[in-house]
C-alpha cells in the first residue's frame, strides 16, 4: 500500500551483504564510460564517508547498510553510533496504534513522510501508560501498574524495572521519563493518586523516582490534596516535573484543570504542592503536557463558554514562569477536516514538532513550533472498519546510540 514500508527488512542485523548497487552506473552519462566506472565510494576515506551518513535520516541509515559490506561495516561501528549523539537531533516519528487490542500500528517519519510497520517490544495493548525522552520510550501496563519497560523501539533493547515501593494500587497514574543527553543516564517518574476511603474530596497523592545509574526508586513526596485529584499527564523539563490536576468540585469551570510543578533536583518533601499551583489557562476539555527543547508546552482542548465539556477548538500553550502564553490555534478548517471531535484526544510532541489525533480516526494533523505551520501527515495505510474502532500513539525520537 502506498507511503507503507516494513521497518523490519532494513534492520542493521539483517542487511544483504553481498547485495550491489548496479543501477548506479546505468544513470552515468553514456559518452564519460571511463569516468562512470569510478565510484565516489571508492575515494572516499572511511571518516569522510562516515560523516555523510551520519547525517542522513535514520530510515535511510538502515538502507545504507544495506547497500555493501562497507557501508554496513561504517553504519553498526561503535563509533559511528556514538558519533551520532554529536549529529543533529532526528525528527520526532509518531506511532499511531490502529488496534484497541493489539499493540499494532505504522511510525509516522516527518523527513521521509512514509509510514513504516515497528514491532514494539513488550508492550501487551494500546492503553499501557507510554512516555519517551530522547530515544527511549517507557511502557507501564494499565491493570496492575507493577510491568514496567523501558526501550529503544528502532533498535530493539528494552530493559524491564522493577516496580516502585509504596502504594500498590492507585486509581490514577501519570508516567514520565526524562534522558540526560551526555551521560544517557535517564529518570522515570510515575505520580500516584488514590482517593482517600470514604471522602472523594481528599486524594493521596505520592511520586516515584527512578534513576537508571543507581537502579533505585525513591519517594521524595507523599501529599493529601483536598477538592483536586492527579491524573495521567506528566511530563519532565529541565529538572522540574509537570502533572496535571483536575478538580473534585466545589471550583468555578475556570479551574477544572491545574498544574502542579515539583523539582526533581532537590526533591523536597516539606512544603505544600499547592503552592506551586498554576491554573490552565481557560476552561479545557483535556490537556496534554510535552517537552519541546526543555520548555513545557500544553495542547488543549477549549470548551465552550455555556458548556465547558464540548469542544469547540484546540490551543497549544507555552508556560512562561506562573502564566501561558498562547503560541497558535488550530485553524477551524483543520479542526472540521477531523470530522467529529471528541472532547478529549491524542497528542505528543518533542524537539520542534506536535502531532495530534483523534481517537476516532487515523487522521494526523502537524504542527511545527518553529515555522508556526499546520500541516497534514501522509495518510496512515490503514482504513477504520467498524464504527467503534479507536485510534490513539505517541511520538519518539528514533535514535540509535542510546540504548537503556
Not at 508516567?175 to 471522602?199: C, D, M
Not at 496512515?380 to 505517541?394: A, I, N, S, Y
Amino acid at each position: 500500500m502506498e507511503g507503507e514500508t516494513s521497518w523490519v527488512s532494513h534492520g542493521l542485523n539483517n542487511v544483504h551483504r553481498g547485495f550491489e548497487f548496479d543501477a548506479f552506473f546505468e544513470v552515468a552519462d553514456e559518452g564519460n564510460k571511463e569516468a562512470a566506472s569510478v565510484s565516489l565510494d571508492l575515494i572516499l576515506p572511511d571518516d569522510l564517508l562516515e560523516r555523510i551518513l551520519s547525517y542522513l535520516p535514520i530510515a535511510s541509515i538502515f538502507r545504507a547498510g544495506s547497500v555493501c559490506r562497507r557501508w554496513h561495516e561504517i553504519v553498526s561501528s561503535r563509533r559511528f553510533i556514538w558519533n551520532l549523539s554529536h549529529v543533529l537531533t532526528q525528527k520526532p516519528w509518531y506511532f499511531m496504534f490502529t488496534s484497541s487490542d493489539e499493540p499494532v500500528g505504522y511510525a509516522f517519519d516527518p523527513i521521509l513522510r512514509k509510514w513504516y510497520g515497528i514491532e514494539l517490544p513488550y508492550i501487551e495493548t494500546s492503553n499501557w501508560f507510554i512516555a519517551s525522552s530522547c530515544g527511549l520510550v517507557c511502557f507501564m501496563d494499565n491493570d496492575s501498574r507493577s510491568q514496567l519497560y523501558v526501550c529503544n523501539p528502532i533498535m530493539k533493547e528494552c530493559k524491564k524495572l522493577l516496580e516502585p515501593s509504596g502504594l500498590k494500587f492507585s486509581d490514577y497514574s501519570a508516567l514520565a521519563i526524562s534522558v540526560n543527553r551526555v551521560s544517557h543516564n535517564y529518570s522515570v517518574s510515575i505520580v500516584k493518586s488514590k482517593q482517600v476511603p470514604g471522602n472523594f474530596f481528599q486524594w493521596d497523592l505520592s511520586v516515584h523516582i527512578y534513576d537508571s545509574e543507581t537502579m533505585m526508586w525513591a519517594t521524595p513526596l507523599t501529599e493529601v490534596l483536598t477538592g483536586w485529584r492527579g491524573g495521567d499527564e506528566s511530563i519532565i523539563c529541565d529538572g522540574i516535573l509537570y502533572f496535571l490536576i483536575y478538580s473534585t468540585g466545589g471550583g468555578a469551570s475556570e479551574s477544572r484543570h491545574g498544574l502542579i510543578t515539583y523539582n526533581l533536583c532537590s526533591r523536597s518533601s516539606h512544603g505544600l504542592l499547592m503552592r506551586s499551583f498554576i491554573p490552565a489557562p481557560c476552561s479545557l476539555t483535556c490537556g496534554r503536557l510535552m517537552n519541546i527543547k526543555e520548555k513545557l508546552i500544553m495542547v488543549g482542548g477549549i470548551g465552550k463558554q455555556d458548556r465547558s465539556d464540548i469542544i469547540k477548538g484546540i490551543g497549544i500553550w507555552a508556560l512562561e514562569g506562573k502564566g501561558w502564553h498562547e503560541i497558535a490555534r488550530m485553524p477551524h478548517k483543520f479542526f472540521q477536516g477531523f470530522g467529529e471531535f471528541d472532547d478529549v484526544f491524542a497528542s505528543s510532541g518533542t524537539d520542534d514538532l506536535i502531532y495530534i489525533q483523534s481517537y476516532g480516526a487515523p487522521a494526523l494533523l502537524v504542527f511545527d513550533v518553529n515555522q508556526k505551520q499546520w500541516r497534514w501527515a501522509q495518510k496512515c495505510p490503514v482504513t477504520k472498519r467498524f464504527p467503534l474502532q479507536l485510534f490513539t500513539g505517541f511520538c519518539f525520537e528514533p535514535r540509535l546510540e542510546i540504548v537503556p
